[in-house]
């Protein structure tokens, strides 16, 4: 895959620990256009990459294709940054970073069904390009954006402008003002997609109540918003190759991927944040510790599929079918 470098334009706090870059070509050429619900990958200089939604206001373009001469995303400063979020808030402008093409794992569905969209804390980033463009095509939408508290939030400002009315917050710190999850989703009309990007426990909360409401799983949409840390996080266990017979350590810190790879194994995976499906791995033994939000509930509680991009062990080793 081809990768773009890029000059950081403008680095700006948007709330005390989100800070919106502004990227431009570093030859002043033309960038990539890219569709709502898009991200890119940078590089980090000490090895891996991280994803950034591409975020839009653009309300004028009619076409679901948006920008092409900056690329915008913001970055929330993690407590326990390994090296991602740390090293995109040292960047100033001038500064040269690498990135892949943009990528769409989260696109608007066909069609002019009403979208409802739920999201949580940075999980705005990617619902803003898809505002605008239902905005530019006089689609039906609602978003409902939640976080601890008013400071958290980014961009209330532009996305009243945009939205006006269609746009719903919520604070957790304020009594009467959280999120009633069941209340958006019992409201919904039953031909509404529902898109929904934010932590674990969000999706998760989504899913179960718009499958319990009637909707078809083709109608929830979702992004899931986890960083390399929490992914990591965990109890040092083992994997062992049923095809080789290899055992390698995942210590905390590291993704079985991460482990494979070091170790010169081609692995198949995509997102690195459990929501796409396509590392899915067969368990022969062992007892997973699920932390993606792919999985049906009757997969998790069977523990004969896992993603390895974020789950762990809950025994001191798994055999997987590798
Ligand atoms: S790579 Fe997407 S779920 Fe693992």
């Known amino acids: 895959m081809t990768d773009l470098k890029l000059v950081v334009k403008s ?10 870059f502004v990227l431009q070509p570093h030859d002043k050429g033309s960038l990539p256009r890219f569709t709502p619900g898009s991200h ?24 679901p294709e948006n920008g092409s001469d900056l690329f915008r995303i913001a970055v929330r400063l993690e407590e326990e940054s390994t090296g991602g979020s740390a090293y995109m808030h040292s960047l100033k402008p001038g500064e040269v970073i690498t990135v892949g093409l943009p990528k769409n794992d989260f696109p608007l569905h066909e069609g002019s069904a009403p979208a409802v969209f739920l999201a949580g804390g940075i999980g705005i980033t990617p619902i803003t ?48 003002n959280a999120i009633d999850l069941a209340a958006i989703i019992g409201s919904a009309s039953p031909e509404s997609h529902i898109y929904v ?17 009637g909707f078809a799983d083709e109608q929830v949409h979702f992004e899931l918003f986890t960083n ?12 062992e190759l049923a095809s080789t017979g290899e055992v390698f350590t995942v210590p905390s810190g590291k993704t079985i991927i991460d482990v494979l790879e070091d170790a010169g194994h081609d692995v198949l995976y995509d997102c690195q944040r459990g929501d796409c499906g396509i590392c899915e791995t067969t368990v022969i033994s062992g007892i997973p510790d699920h932390r993606d939000v792919v999985l049906s509930e009757d997969e998790r509680s069977s523990g004969k599929v896992m993603q390895i991009c974020v789950s762990r062990a809950k025994s001191p080793r798994l055999v997987l079918d590798l």
């Open 129 to 176: 390009a898809m505002a605008a463009s239902l905005t530019a095509r006089s689609f039906e939408f609602r978003v409902h954006y939640t976080g601890r508290t008013r400071g958290s939030l980014a961009f209330l400002d532009r996305l009243d402008a945009m939205l006006g009315s269609r746009l719903k917050v919520y604070y957790d710190d304020e009594p009467g």
């Open 228 to 239: 390399a840390v929490s992914a990591g996080k965990g109890d040092t266990f083992e994997v």
């Open 11 to 20: 680095a700006e706090p948007e709330t005390d620990l989100i800070k919106v």
């Open 197 to 213: 990007c934010g932590p674990r426990g969000m999706i998760e909360a989504v899913k179960s109540m718009a499958r319990s409401n």
């Open 40 to 63: 890119i990958r940078v590089r980090l200089p000490a090895g891996g990459d991280r994803a950034y939604s591409l975020i839009t206001f653009d309300t004028v373009s009619t076409t």
